[in-house]
């Protein structure tokens, strides 16, 4: 009778276990979604403000994207992510410098880095 209810509690703490497991994970991926949606969307911005030569508000923009793909990689370490983060940091690199062609077309092409995974 006792080894039937041990079975019983070892049966119910292995299921929890492979039921919850993925829904943590489902969690994490969520929050890098989250993050890599929002470096997505201001770098979108950062190159819009950048095609009209307004260096400053690429800037503001690449670096509240730069935030949430840091947030995303740290969630995930996709090595997309990765590589978007090393253009986003280029990207501000030369808007700082007011070279807003070159920065526009630096974060420009991040964008498709920090959508990979999505």
Known sequence: MQTARWRGVVLTGVMMGLIGAPIGAN???????KHQAE????AKEAVAHGKQGHAD????????ALKHAEGAMAD?????????????????????????DVATKAVENAIPHLSEGM
Not at 28 to 33: E, L, Q, R, V, Y
Not at 57 to 64: P, R, W
Not at 79 to 89: N, S
Request: glycine share 12%; hydrophobic share 40%.
């Open 27 to 33: 969690v994490t991926f969520a929050a890098a979604n």
């Open 39 to 42: 470096a997505v969307d201001h």
């Open 57 to 64: 508000a690429l800037v503001k923009h690449a670096e509240t």
């Open 76 to 100: 995930t370490k996709n090595p997309h992510v990765a590589e978007g983060i090393k253009g986003l940091k280029d990207g501000i690199e030369h808007g700082k410098a007011g070279h807003a």
